[in-house]
């Protein structure tokens, strides 16, 4: 099993939409929970970043993270033809002995249509 | 400003060149990461260096060598690669390398294609 689950997509959707990107994760000792969104041919780009249980709201952009269900979420709202990338989910260990990595999902490729 | 710059954006290379791709940050981080990353994966962590000094080295073959020169340059140098390194190479950067939560700041990439 990944330490870090992520539905490949890719999702559709039209433009407007309400989007829900998700993860899923199994080792507890994540506290940081980021998602990166990455155009085609770019370097990803930080969206949001979030420590441990909780929302974040980033005008359309919402991250919530529930660490009871290991379980983290990426909402887009009113989305646009812009917003179609790739959106990778991120987590890390809290600062204990040695170097924390981040760990991603394997990214959820998003299309708006408009 | 968070912006990470990589030059080449683009490298083309045989089999018996050697090459260097270049990274830089001026956002005063002590972290600076090298990652490659293939078509539809995630990136995947080859080095870090904390304060100019290599703290980690995912197990990369030594045809991958990176250098710090100083605490803004990150360089990873080239020699007798396969084509299945061909890849986007990313660099990233971070306050102060001790992971745990620090946010990283990536740069757009060099696409490379060993031939």
């Known amino acids: 099993q990944k330490e870090v689950e992520q539905d490949p997509g890719p999702l559709s959707v039209p433009e407007g939409a309400i989007v829900s990107l998700n993860c899923t994760y199994s080792?507890?000792?994540?506290?940081?929970f980021m998602w990166y969104r990455q155009y085609s041919r770019k370097g990803p780009e930080l969206l949001m970043y979030t420590y441990s249980s909780g929302n974040k709201e980033d005008g359309r952009f919402t991250a919530q993270v529930d660490k009871s269900s290991k379980y983290i979420s990426l909402f887009i709202r009113d989305s646009q033809p812009s917003d179609s990338a790739t959106y990778l989910c991120a987590m890390s260990a809290g600062r204990g002995t040695g170097f924390q990595k981040l760990v991603f999902g394997t990214g959820t490729r998003l299309l708006v249509s408009p | 400003d968070t912006e990470v710059t990589q030059t080449p954006k683009h490298l083309v290379m045989g089999m018996t060149n050697k090459k260097s791709l270049k990274c830089e940050q001026h956002?005063?981080?002590?972290?600076m990461y090298w990652y490659k990353q293939k078509a539809k994966k995630p990136p995947e962590l080859m080095f870090v260096?904390?304060?100019?000094?290599?703290?980690i080295n995912e197990s990369v073959p030594s045809r991958f060598s990176p250098e710090c020169p100083n605490s803004s340059l990150l360089n990873l140098h080239l020699h007798a690669l396969q084509p299945e390194d061909s890849a986007l190479y990313l660099c990233?950067?971070?306050?102060?390398?001790?992971?745990?939560?620090?946010?990283?700041?990536f740069g757009p990439g060099t696409r490379l294609l060993v031939l």
């Open positions: 080792n507890s000792a994540f506290q940081y």
């Open positions: 956002m005063g981080h002590r972290a």
């Open positions: 990233a950067s971070s306050s102060s390398g001790s992971g745990g939560g620090e946010t990283q700041y």
């Open positions: 260096y904390s304060y100019e000094k290599l703290s």
